[in-house]
């Protein structure tokens, strides 16, 4: 069973950086598509919203909300992937979650092809 633990959360102010890191502890990466999403404690009730994947071919996408400020990017021989994450706002504030979805795929086809999830991590910003 695959295991993906997340790591960097914490309290930071507005305008500040954050890396968040994940780590799947059996087996490789190598060849998934690896993403973050991210749960809002103003929408509980919400599906988990997409933040950023990476294609196993160097595609990287990203939600709006983020596209300019944060960066993700992997590391297959560390099993990893990071979350970079500048010029932090309020509304950033959340739960991140970094997920995985299926292996070897032609092509991303948008964030719904996630099956595996970490713990999440939380992100807490400041004004």
């Known amino acids: 069973q695959v295991q993906l633990v997340e790591s960097g959360g914490g309290l930071v102010q507005a305008g500040d950086s954050l890396r968040l890191s994940c780590v799947q502890s059996v087996g490789t990466l190598n060849g998934y598509l690896m993403g973050w999403f991210r749960q809002s404690p103003e929408a509980p009730g919400k599906e988990r919203e997409f933040?950023?994947?990476?294609?196993?071919?160097?595609?990287?996408y990203y939600s709006d909300s983020v596209k300019g400020r944060f960066i993700i990017s992997r590391d297959n021989d560390k099993n990893t992937v990071v979350l970079w994450m500048n010029s932090l706002k309020p509304e950033d504030t959340a739960v991140y979650y970094c997920a995985r979805g299926s292996r070897w795929l032609a092509a991303y086809n948008g964030p719904t092809e996630f099956t595996s999830w970490g713990q999440g991590t939380q992100v807490t910003v400041s004004s």
């Open positions: 933040v950023a994947a990476t294609h196993w071919r160097g595609g990287t």
